[in-house]
């Protein structure tokens, strides 16, 4: 049996996971050999009596080729631990995933990572403040790590991306199964400039069980995970203490009181978690010799950045209006700027176009809080 195929199928059976992989992997030098082991060695190596069966009696053989021609069909890369292309990082971790499926640049792996994640629900500050985020860390060449979910996640990934950043996305489905749909265009995107990862095999469903296995992923990839937004039950809490686990750094963006999407990070900055304002504070904790190579950088990197586009009277007025944190309704706009109304809806359409404003469901508009620059 190929040696691919082997290892695929010991992801397949149930009963074997991540640490029994790791058990069989080391006892058997050649892969393909794993099935050959008698019952008293693979319970020896704690393999329950129901998986040791169905992997001697090769049940999952025949999904497992069949997975492997499917990666080769459809140019899907099959990354193992401890072989070349298996993330470094990853491989740190208590529990790696044997095999992970993987479409896209999987060299940008080997790039500096920091994983963004949050609620799905999350209040037009937090969207904000993830894709400002995102777009930051994304521009200074840190990949943007998170799990393509609505929400927080979308945000982190849209920032990066708008920055000509790379991202990499980790899915709790099979690599062929995009959840949620709306994200679609956007998982080409990040294909075609970053890459997507799963553990699970192909045409897995988005179930629930599933996203709490993948954060270990997240985090795993990642010199520190940082926490936009979440509840007090929020997966994204589990991803924090993952990361704690893992020994990464944990960051959290500091939220109003009075909402409960700020209870997730607010309650991490008591547990010691790093306050976060701005990208600096991110970079500022990661290994010295990374961190002096990001921000001597950066000088250069200001230099050539582009000026800001100046801006008339009217839309000046309007934007000073305007909250970051807050959608506020157009009546209000008419009343608090006295501008005439067709002028008004004149400026907040050409506002929008150039970046500066972004209109939500009901008539609702927010400012952007980074500002476009002029080419």
Same mark, same amino acid.
């Given at each position: 049996?190929?040696? %691919?195929?082997?290892?695929?199928?010991?992801?397949?059976?149930?009963?074997?996971?991540?640490?029994?992989? &790791?058990?069989?992997?080391?006892?058997?030098?050649?892969?393909?050999?794993?099935?050959?082991?008698?019952?008293?060695?693979?319970?020896?190596?704690?393999?329950?009596?129901?998986?040791?069966?169905?992997?001697?009696?090769?049940?999952?053989?025949?999904?497992?080729?069949?997975?492997?021609?499917?990666?080769?069909?459809? *140019?899907?890369? %099959?990354?193992?631990? *401890?072989?070349?292309?298996?993330? $470094?990082? %990853?491989?740190?971790?208590?529990?790696?995933?044997?095999?992970?499926?993987?479409? *896209?640049?999987?060299?940008? !792996?080997?790039?500096?990572?920091?994983?963004?994640?949050?609620?799905?629900?999350?209040?037009?500050?937090?969207?904000?403040?993830?894709?400002?985020?995102?777009?930051?860390?994304?521009?200074?060449?840190?990949?943007?790590?998170?799990?393509?979910?609505?929400?927080?996640?979308?945000?982190?990934?849209?920032?990066?991306?708008?920055?000509?950043?790379?991202?990499?996305?980790?899915?709790?489905?099979?690599?062929?199964?995009?959840?949620?749909?709306?994200?679609?265009?956007?998982?080409?995107?990040?294909?075609?400039?970053?890459?997507? !990862?799963?553990? /699970?095999?192909?045409? =897995?469903?988005?179930?629930?069980?599933? /996203?709490?296995?993948?954060?270990?992923?997240?985090?795993?990839?990642?010199?520190?995970?940082?926490? +936009?937004?979440?509840?007090?039950?929020?997966?994204?809490?589990?991803?924090?203490?993952?990361?704690?686990?893992?020994?990464?750094? +944990?960051?959290?963006?500091?939220?109003?009181? =009075?909402?409960?999407?700020?209870?997730?990070?607010?309650? %991490?900055? $008591?547990?010691? &978690? $790093?306050? @976060?304002?701005?990208?600096?504070?991110?970079?500022?904790? /990661?290994?010295?010799?990374?961190?002096?190579?990001?921000?001597?950088?950066?000088?250069?990197?200001?230099?050539?950045?582009?000026?800001?586009? !100046?801006?008339?009277?009217?839309?000046? =007025? @309007?934007?000073?209006? !305007?909250?970051?944190?807050?959608?506020?309704? /157009?009546?209000?706009?008419?009343?608090? =700027? *006295?501008?005439?109304?067709?002028?008004?809806?004149?400026?907040?359409?050409?506002?929008?176009?150039?970046?500066? @404003?972004?209109?939500?469901?009901?008539?609702?508009?927010?400012?952007? &809080?980074?500002?476009?620059? #002029? #080419?």
């Amino acid at each position: 049996m190929d040696d %691919l195929a082997a290892l695929v199928e010991l992801t397949l059976i149930p009963g074997i996971g991540s640490l029994a992989q &790791a058990r069989l992997t080391g006892a058997c030098a050649d892969s393909s050999r794993i099935c050959e082991l008698a019952p008293r060695e693979l319970e020896f190596l704690e393999v329950p009596a129901e998986a040791s069966e169905a992997l001697r009696a090769g049940r999952y053989r025949p999904m497992a080729e069949e997975i492997v021609d499917w990666c080769l069909r459809e *140019g899907c890369r %099959l990354l193992v631990r *401890g072989r070349p292309g298996y993330p $470094k990082l %990853l491989e740190e971790i208590y529990d790696p995933p044997l095999v992970l499926y993987a479409r *896209g640049h999987v060299e940008v !792996l080997d790039m500096p990572c920091v994983a963004i994640v949050g609620t799905r629900r999350p209040t037009p500050y937090g969207l904000q403040m993830a894709e400002g985020l995102g777009y930051d860390l994304g521009a200074r060449g840190i990949v943007v790590v998170s799990g393509l979910a609505r929400g927080i996640d979308g945000a982190a990934h849209r920032g990066c991306l708008d920055a000509g950043g790379r991202t990499a996305a980790v899915l709790g489905s099979g690599i062929d199964v995009i959840y949620p749909q709306e994200h679609r265009r956007m998982s080409r995107d990040i294909e075609n400039h970053g890459v997507l !990862l799963s553990e /699970f095999p192909p045409g =897995t469903s988005p179930a629930p069980q599933n /996203f709490p296995v993948r954060n270990r992923i997240i985090s795993g990839l990642s010199l520190g995970t940082l926490v +936009v937004e979440a509840g007090e039950y929020s997966g994204s809490l589990i991803t924090a203490r993952l990361a704690m686990e893992q020994n990464r750094e +944990v960051y959290a963006l500091p939220g109003n009181l =009075t909402s409960p999407q700020s209870f997730g990070p607010n309650f %991490l900055i $008591k547990q010691g &978690a $790093k306050l @976060v304002q701005s990208w600096r504070d991110i970079v500022e904790e /990661f290994p010295p010799e990374l961190r002096c190579r990001l921000l001597q950088n950066e000088e250069a990197w200001q230099a050539d950045r582009p000026q800001l586009e !100046l801006l008339d009277e009217d839309e000046s =007025t @309007v934007l000073a209006a !305007l909250d970051t944190d807050r959608a506020i309704l /157009f009546d209000r706009l008419l009343r608090s =700027t *006295g501008i005439e109304i067709s002028r008004l809806s004149n400026l907040l359409l050409n506002l929008e176009m150039r970046g500066y @404003v972004r209109m939500l469901p009901g008539g609702l508009y927010i400012r952007v &809080a980074r500002p476009p620059q #002029k #080419k």
